[in-house]
């Protein structure tokens, strides 16, 4: 690769401040590789942080959903994180998170989402790895995987970083065992990944809620058993329907992906006793949330929150796509595909619920 290659990429300058730059592409370092970006998921989270609801110390490059084509290795990177063998040519999906391996999270609880000095977002004047671009550089330390032939990239950016971090949050909340009871709030790529887990663990009932109707549609389509319309029923009817369908208990596991703390108090109700709330999309502040926690004491529930997601989700959501992108509706998750100078439009999508998965195109 020519050292003088322009990258095009969006640039979050400041708050609600969004502008194309022209960036450079140098020559991948020892450990890092060079990328050309096929697709960027648009997430909720970089909503947030577009409204300055996520302070960030400088402007960067937006997007940390990315599949790419390899363009050139750096020195020393003959595989990809799971060992498998890597040229030029080979797509690749990656974590967006470099952790330290030194910190007493990556070393002692090994638990690489929680690392205190983890690489991320880096300053525009530095390779990066934002994926709102036509190239990225990865860092040494950030996991990527080569994707399998056969397995298209839309079905492994169609839940970008959602898959990851719902795989994250099951497995901190212990699972979801064959014959549960689940109930999703929430049908963006969040609630949709968690839906079609829920389905693929073996839960007996699966009730996704959501306002609407494309989103519910889409939950039907990876395993909803029963769907709830947010803006046409109250929260007295959608609880008596989740207890009907239950038994009269509740969901064994509720997992919140709205990213709007109104969800909250709904979903604490929502639960049987020794239940689980799994709370994923409510990532960015907004505000405190009262609650009466004797009712976690007094019904013996499990409150349990999730950030991100590690390298070994990022591999296991490929794997999925990869297993079951023929049977489910992986590529049909996306229903918007953006150009770089769409940027605004890609998040008022998101923002609007009228959209599946919305991806950047290069």
Known sequence: MSANRKN?????????SLAVHELSVPAPGPGSVVAKVEYGGVCGSDVHMSKGEFQLPYAIVLGHEGVGVIEELGEGVTHDYAGNALQAGDRIYWCPIAPCHKCWYCTVEKDFSSCTNATWFGPVDRPTWGSYAEYVTLPTGAAFFRIPDGTPSEAVIAFGCALPAVLQGIERAGGIKPLSNVVVQGCGPIGLAAVMMARLSGAATVTAIDASPLRLALAQKFGASA???????????RLESVRRNSGGRGADIVIEGTGHRSAFQEGMQLCARNASYLLIGLWASQGEQSFDPSQIVQRNLKLVGTQYAQGRHYYEAMKIASLHHQTLPFEALITHRCGLHEARQAFDLVSSGKAGKVVMRP
């Open 227 to 237: 769907v709830l319309d947010l803006s046409a029923t109250s929260a007295e009817e």
């Open 8 to 16: 095009r990429a969006v640039v979050l300058e400041r708050p609600e």
